[in-house]
């Protein structure tokens, strides 16, 4: 699988309350959700992200709340991927579980610039910003939770 | 090589003799718990995944807490999916308002819990559970429809922090200024993936609302759970409430910990976390000329009965400060009550405060309580990241409850004497 957008850069600690803020979880209706994506944090995220584009951040992405509804509302967006030096616990388990593709490289995230145009071989783990022309390779996945993705998500896995 | 508590926990729950750090195990669960803005997703998805039936009607809690009395109609409709599949499914752990309560102050108070249980809950600060002894942990909605189809859930075993207490905490301090002041020194991602085990002599000095209000932020530095020796004082909590008969693990003379922090309990001060994360931690000594418009006392950190105490301590007979909304959330229905009770409530409302009735509310930015541009609360909850109370030029600062009330009397962030 591979997917090609440009980037959406954001800092340490995106937390799921600007992910989608909590006055919007009175729904659980995907499409609801997206519209507020990254609100609280980037007003303009949900207006402009286009199918396949990226989004880049530090250390500890997706920390707070377990709220499903945070990967939900990314993955509804349109987002390829979300590419960060580190993953909260409870995120990182909720992407996986419904297929919201993540990957944990820090080399990337730091070089990586907004707006540049990345592409990501998720089967070779490979992501290269095509603007700048550097490529870095993703910490692959335990084979355990690459199952879990190959199914796609924790149900399908379940269903064998 | 020995085990820790949490290890412990996990391996009887997979079968297995030991199990290691980073070993992935398929664990029996005990309770699977999910709330009205959680639950719904899992409904859905337990639903399209065409499960048919629960694993256990009587080892699931649904409890409506976050948007309830229902605060709009979509927020209703919501209960009533919840309302609806529990009916359908026989739950018999369904809280509902008149019954309901902060999900993590409700199932312990209420004995649904247990010391030695494996616990998954669909809201991150079911790690709470871990002072009585259980390994539980958050997850997502996803992980709930599976956990309740099928008794299981997939854990990677964690390795482990020891925080080793010592010391007596001094009177005007509680679990709240020990957790904050341990997340200031480690960070929000400080215990990432690994199990903070607590320790030392300083534990028994630590009442039971001391410890599940230090656990139910151990996410809060990313932890995985949090966990405390069952001692005297957990045995006297359990004896005659928990439904279960409560299984005790101790860890491992020998158990590896990656790193151990020693906290004097004795030299915390009255810690409050500034603006815009539980980690950026100063004493509330520091910050006297920091302004107030709203105090904020309840959640599952901070809304059980020794919460309720010291707001009573701080402010029964004075005043709160002109301008300032005071807010008091008793976390369950058992804590209401004994705050009328013991004539709590009317202090509270004679000291210029409100009392409402169990809710999340105001903690997440759901309703009871949100902030306009520009202003500035202190709050017993356990977030206070942007817009995490309202607006996003608002501001949160986290405190204990004995914090918040003599702030709400001065108008000023301000530490009981």
Request: glycine share 10%; with cysteine; aromatic share 6%.
């Amino acid at each position: 699988m591979q997917v090609k957008g440009h980037v959406f850069k954001y800092s340490d600690n995106v937390d799921t309350d600007v992910i989608i803020p909590a006055r919007y979880l009175n729904t659980a209706n995907a499409q609801d959700l997206a519209k507020h994506c990254m609100e609280d944090i980037d007003q303009n995220f949900a207006s402009t992200v286009q199918p396949g584009d990226i989004i880049v951040a530090g250390w500890n992405f997706g920390c707070g709340s377990s709220r499903e509804h945070a990967p939900l509302a990314i993955k509804t967006c349109g987002a390829g991927c979300v590419i960060a030096k580190s993953f909260a616990r409870i995120f990182y388990r909720n992407a996986i579980n419904i297929g919201m593709p993540i990957l944990e490289c820090e080399a990337a995230a730091d070089a990586i610039s907004a707006g540049d145009e990345v592409s990501i071989d998720f089967d070779a783990g490979v992501i290269t910003d095509l603007t700048s022309g550097q490529t870095f390779t993703a910490q692959p996945f335990p084979p355990f939770i690459q199952n879990i993705i190959a199914k796609g998500g924790l149900l399908a896995s379940l269903e064998g | 090589m020995g085990m820790t508590m949490t290890q412990k926990i996990l391996a009887a729950h997979a079968g297995l003799d030991t199990v290691q750090p980073g070993q992935l195990i398929s664990a029996k669960l005990d309770m699977v718990l999910g709330n009205d803005i959680t639950t719904p997703v899992a409904v859905n998805e337990f639903n399209k995944a065409a499960f048919g039936k629960v694993f256990d009607p009587n080892r699931i809690a649904i409890v409506l807490d976050h948007f309830v009395p229902n605060k709009d109609i979509k927020a209703a409709e919501q209960s009533k999916q919840c309302r609806d599949f529990a009916c359908s499914h026989c739950i018999s752990h369904f809280y509902d308002v008149g019954r309901m309560g902060i999900e993590h102050a409700l199932l312990p108070e209420q004995g649904v819990v247990t010391a030695g249980d494996c616990i998954i809950g669909a809201d991150s600060h079911t790690c709470t559970y871990g002072a009585l002894g259980a390994f539980s942990t958050g997850v997502g909605s996803t992980d709930m429809a599976a956990g309740m189809a099928t008794g299981m859930a997939w854990f990677k075993v964690p390795s482990a922090i020891r925080i080793h207490l010592t010391g007596v905490l001094p009177r005007n301090c509680s679990g709240k200024d020990v957790i904050l002041t341990l997340i200031g020194q480690i960070g929000v991602d400080g215990a990432l993936y690994k199990s903070l085990e607590f320790t030392g002599s300083g534990v028994a000095g630590l009442s039971m609302d001391d410890r599940l209000c230090i656990c139910n932020m151990a996410i809060e530095a990313g932890a995985k759970n949090g966990i405390f020796p069952v001692d005297e004082t957990t045995k006297a909590y359990m004896n005659g409430r928990c439904e279960r008969t409560p299984v005790i693990y101790e860890a491992d003379a020998d158990a590896e910990y990656e790193q151990t922090i020693e906290i004097d309990l004795a030299k915390i001060v009255p810690t409050v976390a500034c603006p815009h994360l539980p980690s950026n931690t100063k004493p509330a000594s520091a910050l006297h000329d920091v302004k107030i418009d709203q105090v904020v006392i309840g959640s599952c950190t901070n809304g059980r009965m020794e919460d309720m105490e010291a707001a009573y301590r701080v402010l029964h007979g004075k005043t709160v400060a002109p301008g300032v909304r005071c807010i008091i959330i008793p976390a369950t229905m058992d804590i209401l009550r004994d705050c009328v009770a013991r004539g709590y409530y009317t202090a509270f409302i004679d000291a210029g405060a409100i009392v409402s009735t169990p809710t999340c509310g105001p903690c997440l930015g759901g309703y009871m309580g949100i902030l306009a541009a520009g202003e500035c609360c202190i709050s017993t909850t356990n977030r206070n990241f942007v817009g995490r109370m309202g607006h996003v030029d608002s501001k949160v600062y986290l405190a204990s409850p004995a914090t918040a009330a003599a702030s709400a009397l001065t108008g000023y962030i301000t530490e009981e004497v």
